[in-house]
Each structure stands twice: as C-alpha cells, then as structure tokens.
Nanobody, 127 residues
Framework: QVQLVESGGGLVQAGGSLRLSCVAS????????IGWFRQAPGKEREFVAA????????RYEDSVKGRFTISRDNGKTSVYLQIHSLKPDDTAVYLC????????????????????WGQGTQVTVSS
C-alpha cells in the first residue's frame, strides 16, 4: 500500500512557476508508477503527467508539454511536478496517484487505472 501527500500549491500570477511535491509512504513506492492529475471546479479529473517506477519513462498530456516536468527521487520517496509559464487555465486541484502495480511497464493516463490517491494541492493562477 502507498500513502501520498501533495504540497507546493498556492496562488501565483500568470507566467509564474511552481514546484509540486508528492511524498509517499509505504513499502511499494519504489516499484510504483506515479501519475499527476488535476481537477478544476465542475470539470472531470484530467491526466497531466506520469513517471514509471525507475524514472526512465515519462508521459505528458499534450497541452502541458514544454511547461511541465515530472521527476522522482526514490531515495526521498517523492515525485515532483515542476510547472513553468502558468496560465489561468492551469487553476485546479493537483493530485498524485500510484497505479498499485509493481514495476509496471505501462504508464496509464486513465484515472481509473490508479489505486492510491493523495488529497491534492490547490493551484490558483491569477491573470
């Protein structure tokens, strides 16, 4: 089992940057693929990025490519999401999730493929 806690959100002006953190506890973190999702009010949960257990395979949603960077530090049981050039449309609760598989070979973008979720961190971008 994996427990996840996000942090690093806040209020930022358009064009600014944030670094979100997802700290995990549990014995299987190092074997888990981790995804970042976001959910804006009244909208469905949206895939943002995912990283495989080793950190060597990464996947991004097309609209965030070039602005978002996902990384992980298994020694610190953490996954990070660096966001640059923030836009008001990026305003959402950002959540990290673990897919529950050990050494999985596929990075899923579907939320239902992820088993363990954090509570989220709010990102608000003002224009």
């Amino acid at each position: 089992q994996v427990q996840l806690v996000e942090s690093g959100g806040g209020l930022v002006q358009a064009g600014g940057s944030l670094r979100l953190s997802c700290v995990a506890s549990g014995r299987t973190f190092g074997a888990s693929n981790i995804g970042w999702f976001r959910q804006a009010p009244g909208k469905e949960r949206e895939f943002v990025a995912a990283i495989n257990w080793s950190g060597r395979i990464i996947r991004y949603e097309d609209s965030v490519k070039g602005r978002f960077t996902i990384s992980r530090d298994n020694g610190k049981t953490s996954v990070y999401l660096q966001i640059h050039s923030l836009k008001p449309d990026d305003t959402a609760v950002y959540l990290c999730a673990a897919d529950g598989n050990s050494y999985g070979s596929i990075l899923n973008s579907a939320a239902q493929r992820y088993v363990y979720w954090g509570q989220g961190t709010q990102v608000t971008v003002s224009s």
